[in-house]
């Protein structure tokens, strides 16, 4: 497949990650970029940094490489549906959000068989890693494409693995995900059993960071949300969580694998949805393990 030399890159999709995405690829990617969202809000921030709001249709016609920061399979479906009819061989279309692997494999093998490039690369890390331009991005595609997107990822993230062809990225973001809610829960119980026999979350958590129950999850999660029941609105809510969960749950369905621990998990953050918890921070699954 020939893809196209990158003059213009479109961005579609500029919500808590794909806002500073696209403000970090305008400053280092030194191409033109064109971007769209329902708001017009993270469109005017943007236009500082030199990005020109544009119609999705503008977008198909104009870019060599299109991005996709969106919130859901769902999302994903429908625009890559309205861009086809405006798509030519050598463009390239790059899905950064986290979509069912099914879909992913879907909608590359569709646009490669027209001559477009694709692939799935979603972002891992914290909405502040977002901000810094510091994101794991995880890579699924051929090598051609991979080598073709490759400095461009680079702008907005320092850690862009190859994790194998198309669906490959969306695998291991899923499984990444799958562990930080199972981590997050574990935290909780911890928490709970600590507090109920006398060791306050404010000695147990930082002792713990000492040992060999250290992680990343107990440093951010628990350290920076669980400690002082903090839970803030546009994070990583618990309805997405349960997006993200249930995607790995219909890979464990369609390998015939039984995973008890995220079964679990995934009956916890429907609790704290039921419980009005759904747009918090999903580490509010700690007011449904250890109420107070």
Partial sequence: MDLRPIATIGFIGLGVMGEPMCGHLARRAGRKVLAHDLRAEPLARLAASGVAAAAAAEIAAGAELILLSLPDGKAVASVVAALEPGLRPGQCVVD????????TREIGARLTGRGIGFADAPVARTREA??????????????ATFAHIRPILDTMGTDVTHCGPVGCGQVVKILNNMLVFQNTQALAEAIALGRRHGVPPETLLPTIAKGSGDSFVLRSHGMKSMLPREFPLRAFSTRYAIKDLSYALALAEESGLAVPGATLTMQRLRAAEAAGHGEEYHPVVLEQIDPR
């Fill in 96 to 103: 950064t959000s986290t979509a069912p692997v099914a879909l």
């Fill in 130 to 143: 977002a901000a810094r331009g510091e994101l794991s991005i995880m890579v699924g595609a051929d090598d």
